[in-house]
C-alpha cells in the first residue's frame, strides 16, 4: 500500500503489470491505452458531457456498450494495482494506465495530472454510440471527433494509436493487428497504410475489413512460419482506409509516415488534451468541475 499522492508509486505498479504471457501478443499495454481513449472519447463539447472524468464505464450503461467490449479485460487487469494503491481513482487510474503503457511500449511521455473523480452511480453516465463505428467513413470521424473538438490534424495523429494492439472478432468483429510488432509504439502504422497493397474481404461472419497478405506466406503451404506459429495477416479498419482516401487526412498520414519525431510530438499533444476532455483546473492543477453536468461524484 502506498501513501495517497505517490503516483510515481503507481506508475511503477502498472508497468510491472504489461508482461502477460498468454495473453494476446503478451501485454496489456494495448488494451490499457483503448482503456484510456475510449474513458475519455465519450466527451462533447456543446454539452460538456462525458469524457475521462467519472470512470463510467465501471457501470453497465457505458461499460456494456458493445464500442467498449473487451475492455473488461483491461480493467481487470488493474484491479490488483487499485487494490494495492486504494486512494486512486478509477478515472485516474485508467488514463495512467494508457500513458504508462505507450511509454513503456517504446512510445512519448505523455503529460498527465491526476485529480479525476468517479461517479457515485450510473445516473450520468454519458449515452451509447458516441464513440467511433470503425464500418463507416472519413464524415463520421469527422462528426466524431469535431464533436469532441478535434481538427483533422489530430484525428490522424491519434488513429496512430493503431500501432498497438490487434482487433478481436470476438470483441468487434474485426480481426488481426494493424503491425507486425503491435506491443512496440512506432510510426509503422502511417507507412503500412500508405504503402501496402489492400484487399477489402467479407470475414466469414460478415464484416468487411481489409488485409494484407505477404506473397511469401504463399510459399508456405501451411501458413506457418520457420516458428511454427501461425502468419496471419495484417488489417485495416474502413475508418483506418478512410485516413488515405480523404485528401485532407492524407497529406497528414504521408508527413507521419515519413517523421516518427513529428508523429510523436502531435500523438503526445491529441492524447493528453484527449485525456483532459471535459476536465477544468485552478492554477496549481486541482479540478474545479468535480460539480459539473455529469454531477454525481466522489472525490
Ligand atoms: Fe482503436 N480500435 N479505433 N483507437 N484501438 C480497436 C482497437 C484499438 C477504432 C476502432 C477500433 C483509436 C481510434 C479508433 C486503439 C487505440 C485507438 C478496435 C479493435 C477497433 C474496432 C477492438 C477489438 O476487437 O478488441 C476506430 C473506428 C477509431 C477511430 O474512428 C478513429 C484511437 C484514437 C486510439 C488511441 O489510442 C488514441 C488500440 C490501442 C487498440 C488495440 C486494443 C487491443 O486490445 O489490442
Redesign the pocket.
Known sequence: MSSPGDYEAVRKDIAAQLKKPGY?DGSAG??F??LA?HSA?TYDLETDTGGSNGAGMRYEAEGGDPAN??LAH?RAFLEPVKERHPWITYADLWTLA?VVAIKEMGGPEIPWQSGRTDLVDDSKVPPRGRL???ALGAQ??RD??YRMGFTDQE?VA??G??N??????D????QGPWVNN?TRFSNQFFRLLLNLEWKLVTLPHGVQQYIYEDPDMADEADGDDEDGEKEEPLMM?P?DIALITDPDFLPWVKRYAEDKDLFFDHFTKA?AK?IELGIRRDEQGHIINTDNKLGGYVS
Not at 164 to 169: D, I, P, S
Not at 171 to 174: L, P, W
Request: one cysteine or more.
Open positions: 494476446d494495448p488494451v491505452v483503448r481513449w472519447g467490449a473487451g483491461g494508457g467511433p463505428d470503425a463520421h470521424l466524431v471527433f484525428i491519434l488513429a494509436g493503431h498497438l494492439g490487434r482487433c478481436h472478432a470483441r468487434s468483429g474485426f503491435p479498419l475508418t492524447f484527449l
